[in-house]
């Protein structure tokens, strides 16, 4: 450990290293709660999950998600933003880190805890201070143009949702395009196009959820087996 | 005046600020706050009570960690007993935990340490006081900046909440800023014993403070 561990402001990790910290970030209505909810009926019985919310200005999104009862109300916690969702989530994380602190204290052993965004706009960007990885959804009624016009939350996260894609058809949008536009920006990092309404479950991204928890899994046994042989020697 | 401090005034300093109104929204709601008049009202009203309090509570810290003594528990305490509203002390828990974690980052220092051991969510003055003391501050300067910050958390709310404009509000600031001085004073010159500290009420912002947690529309904290 190094000398500046006690001030370190984060949570200590548990022994089997702390919970992966996912955001799900997005514009109004791209169907980030939905996800959300998706995500925690399809994972709830393989890993340890808890979720956070970021209203605008209410706990609209925690009430549904505890309506549809996808997870125990003590594993959902709401915080407000004060009319600034980004603030929340990039500039001063305080509130989400309470919350995620307050949520590991109370379940100690969680894989994963979902740190859902409120609603924004394309410039919305997750700090690496609360996130581990970050979603970011779209949809497609919200315009076939937007990927192109590329943005941090487009651009950067480690996975593009492009969610309503049954909707397509409807409102005129050219999914090839969206898919072309989105890789040209993306270098290579994945985008995967959603219909809850067709697939509740989610399951593309609950794959890619499994693969990043894995990863992280692996990150730390590997980590933890090199302190054993710095501590053996 | 050391470049540290002007960090723990700035409104940017990442501790959660953001999403509290210091009772402004609640204000907003009731209709006591419409416009930037309103809002002066509102801040003289409220940088003469509890900002009053919150200075002197945080001068008090300020010299409690100068002196290396660690009697925190029962300067923690005076602040519960002048904060009657017990919405207003998970507000001000709240917020001191935030700075705390924000402080101990920014400028590591014992006195943080020995806070964050003795009390474990302290109050927001106590924490401010420290961290002052922490950037080399006197019990005077984190009395300022705490009656300051008593007032432009509110302001911030009313442009956000309202739309007021931002220009006007300052010039609003601006105005008050012999009161928050006048107060600084006032808070730096309280006595040494901690149970004489100044403890005027605002039964007013104590109600509001109240009804904001029962509220079906909350954009802030408190």
Same mark, same amino acid.
């Given at each position: 450990?190094?000398?500046?561990?006690?001030?370190?402001?984060?949570?200590?990790?548990?022994?089997?290293?702390?919970?992966?910290?996912?955001?799900?970030?997005?514009?109004?209505?791209?169907?980030?709660?939905?996800?959300?909810?998706?995500?925690?009926?399809?994972?709830?019985?393989?890993?340890?999950?808890?979720?956070?919310?970021?209203?605008?200005?209410?706990?609209?999104?925690?009430?549904?998600?505890?309506?549809?009862?996808?997870?125990?109300?003590?594993?959902?916690?709401?915080?407000?933003?004060?009319?600034?969702?980004?603030?929340?989530?990039?500039?001063?994380?305080?509130?989400?880190?309470?919350?995620?602190?307050?949520?590991?204290?109370?379940?100690?052993?969680?894989?994963?805890?979902?740190?859902?965004?409120?609603?924004?706009?394309?410039?919305?960007?997750?700090?690496?201070?609360?996130?581990?990885?970050?979603?970011?959804?779209?949809?497609?009624?919200?315009?076939?143009?937007?990927?192109?016009?590329?943005?941090?939350?487009?651009?950067?996260?480690?996975?593009?949702?492009?969610?309503?894609?049954?909707?397509?058809?409807?409102?005129?949008?050219?999914?090839?395009?969206?898919?072309?536009?989105?890789?040209?920006?993306?270098?290579?990092?994945?985008?995967?196009?959603?219909?809850?309404?067709?697939?509740?479950?989610?399951?593309?991204?609950?794959?890619?959820?499994?693969?990043?928890?894995?990863?992280?899994?692996?990150?730390?046994?590997?980590?933890?087996?090199?302190?054993?042989?710095?501590?053996?020697? | 005046?050391?470049?540290?401090?002007?960090?723990?005034?700035?409104?940017?300093?990442?501790?959660?600020?953001?999403?509290?109104?210091?009772?402004?929204?609640?204000?907003?709601? #009731?209709?006591?706050?419409?416009?930037?008049?309103?809002?002066?009202?509102?801040? @003289?009203?409220?940088? %003469?009570?509890?900002?009053?309090? %919150?200075? #002197?509570?945080?001068?008090?810290?300020?010299?409690?960690?100068?002196?290396?003594?660690?009697?925190?528990?029962?300067?923690?305490?005076?602040? =519960?007993?002048?904060?009657?509203?017990?919405?207003?002390?998970?507000?001000?828990? /709240?917020?001191?935990?935030?700075?705390?974690? +924000?402080?101990?980052?920014?400028?590591?220092?014992?006195?943080?340490?020995?806070? +964050?051991?003795?009390?474990?969510?302290?109050?927001?003055?106590?924490?401010?006081?420290?961290?002052?003391? %922490?950037?080399?501050?006197?019990?005077?300067?984190?009395?300022?900046?705490? +009656?300051?910050? +008593?007032?432009?958390?509110?302001?911030?709310?009313?442009?956000?909440?309202?739309?007021? =404009?931002?220009?006007?509000?300052?010039?609003?600031?601006?105005?008050?800023?012999?009161?928050?001085? @006048?107060?600084?004073?006032?808070?730096?010159?309280?006595?040494?014993?901690?149970? /004489?500290?100044?403890?005027?009420?605002?039964?007013?912002?104590?109600?509001?403070?109240?009804?904001?947690?029962?509220?079906?529309?909350?954009?802030?904290?408190?």
């Amino acid at each position: 450990m190094g000398a500046n561990h006690d001030h370190d402001p984060h949570t200590a990790a548990p022994a089997h290293g702390r919970a992966l910290r996912l955001g799900i970030g997005g514009p109004v209505g791209s169907g980030k709660t939905a996800l959300t909810a998706a995500l925690c009926r399809t994972l709830r019985d393989e890993f340890d999950l808890a979720v956070v919310t970021n209203d605008i200005y209410t706990t609209e999104d925690a009430d549904f998600l505890r309506r549809n009862a996808v997870l125990p109300d003590d594993r959902i916690t709401a915080v407000r933003t004060g009319c600034c969702p980004h603030t929340a989530i990039r500039d001063d994380i305080s509130a989400n880190l309470d919350a995620v602190e307050a949520l590991e204290e109370r379940h100690p052993g969680l894989d994963l805890i979902i740190v859902e965004s409120g609603g924004d706009n394309l410039t919305a960007l997750f700090s690496q201070g609360l996130a581990d990885r970050q979603i970011f959804v779209l949809d497609v009624a919200g315009g076939d143009d937007v990927p192109r016009k590329g943005g941090l939350g487009v651009a950067a996260a480690d996975l593009l949702v492009i969610n309503k894609t049954d909707l397509a058809p409807m409102v005129g949008s050219d999914l090839d395009m969206m898919a072309r536009d989105s890789s040209r920006v993306r270098n290579g990092r994945p985008v995967a196009f959603t219909s809850l309404r067709e697939q509740p479950g989610a399951p593309e991204v609950a794959d890619w959820v499994r693969s990043v928890l894995h990863e992280a899994r692996h990150d730390n046994s590997h980590t933890a087996r090199n302190h054993d042989h710095a501590a053996a020697s | 005046m050391d470049a540290r401090l002007l960090l723990l005034a700035d409104s940017r300093l990442p501790a959660g600020g953001h999403a509290h109104s210091g009772g402004l929204e609640p204000a907003v709601t #009731a209709g006591a706050v419409t416009d930037v008049a309103g809002l002066a009202d509102f801040l @003289r009203g409220r940088l %003469a009570t509890s900002g009053l309090v %919150a200075a #002197a509570l945080a001068a008090a810290a300020c010299a409690h960690a100068h002196t290396g003594d660690q009697a925190w528990e029962r300067l923690d305490a005076e602040a =519960d007993a002048r904060t009657p509203s017990p919405a207003q002390r998970q507000a001000s828990r /709240a917020q001191g935990r935030s700075l705390l974690r +924000a402080a101990r980052t920014t400028w590591p220092h014992p006195a943080l340490e020995a806070l +964050a051991t003795a009390v474990r969510e302290p109050h927001h003055p106590i924490v401010l006081g420290v961290s002052a003391a %922490a950037g080399n501050g006197t019990p005077h300067q984190a009395a300022t900046i705490t +009656a300051y910050g +008593a007032i432009t958390g509110p302001a911030s709310a009313a442009v956000r909440l309202l739309g007021l =404009d931002p220009l006007a509000v300052h010039r609003t600031l601006a105005d008050l800023a012999s009161g928050v001085d @006048r107060i600084a004073t006032e808070a730096a010159a309280a006595p040494d014993d901690w149970a /004489a500290l100044p403890a005027p009420s605002a039964p007013i912002l104590d109600l509001y403070a109240e009804l904001h947690m029962s509220a079906d529309l909350r954009h802030f904290e408190s």
